[in-house]
């Protein structure tokens, strides 16, 4: 049945601006084009994104990896913070490659909202673009859908993908972890991308001022601190050292993280008083009365990436690295009870 006002119907009438998009793409391809690196063989605005691989290893293992940023979101979109929401999306995706010693070499983002606003998302690639920066691979495409109908008023989603490489001979995959190696931790930048269901009930249940001081800065803005990408940091470590395994502490926390590496028969012994524990933590377990326990399995506890490998390499890796390098526990032998012990 045809309208019956007699008015043409119009892809902008059911809620999508095509010239929206373009205009978005415009705007974010000085962005995109600055994480280029020489083996992007095509601009933005294609239907596909070329890379050569090349010859710069000598038997390559793909690695891909996919994540989000949770509900994190949501407090982004409260604060209407915008750029660095897409940092966090960069860092879920390229630490957890990482961790098996691949390097990323490039990234596509999926950008899905209600009505595109060309100025937040641009805000939002651009904090994509950075992260890509930092983690040294190219954004090398994405995807805006605008679906009317689907995300309310100034809602938005957002999804990344990677892919890295790493030789085959050069794969870290955790078999070589035994017991007496030192478990070496990175320090966050607070609770990272993970826990936000958990972190908005406690803000919502105590009311919470997000402006409040925390330190340095205040509350929401270390809730909103970006997440830590550590590729830098790693491939200092790699160049220095040899590493058994290595854990990006995410969802699950220390209590699970680590002990995905780690072979059977071998456990871990955690010194929790062993490295700085960021003050957001502590007003977290505080305000909503969550046990430790809790928070042990729900957030990093300030520390966002583990490596682990023999003690003489520790001292390699802490002298690599332009920062702090806590040794944080050890791997035991494992005879029955809970593989993870914590100490105070």
Known sequence: MSDPSGKSMSY???GVDIDAGNALVERIKPLVAATRRPEVLAGLGGFGGLFQLGDRFTDPVLVSGTDGVGTKLLLARKLDVHDTIGIDLVAMC???????????????????????????????????????????????????????GMYGHGEYDLAGFTVGAVDRQALIDGSAIEAGDVILGLESSGPHSNGYSLIRRVVDHAQADLDQPMGETTLGKALLAPTRIYVAAIQKALAAAELH???HITGGGLTENIIRVVPDGLGLRIDEGSWPQPEVFDWLARTGNIERSEMRRTFNLGIGYVMICRPSEADRIEAALDEPVHRIGEVIEHHGGERVQFRA
Do not use: W
């Open 245 to 247: 395994g290595m854990a």
């Open 94 to 148: 390229v630490n957890d490659i990482l961790v098996c010693g691949a390097e990323p070499l490039f990234f596509l983002d999926y950008f899905a909202c209600g009505k595109l606003d060309v100025d937040a998302a641009s805000q939002v690639v651009a904090g994509i673009a950075e992260g890509c920066r930092q983690a040294g691979c190219a954004l090398i495409g994405g995807e805006t859908a605008e679906m009317p």
């Open 12 to 14: 902008r009438d059911a």
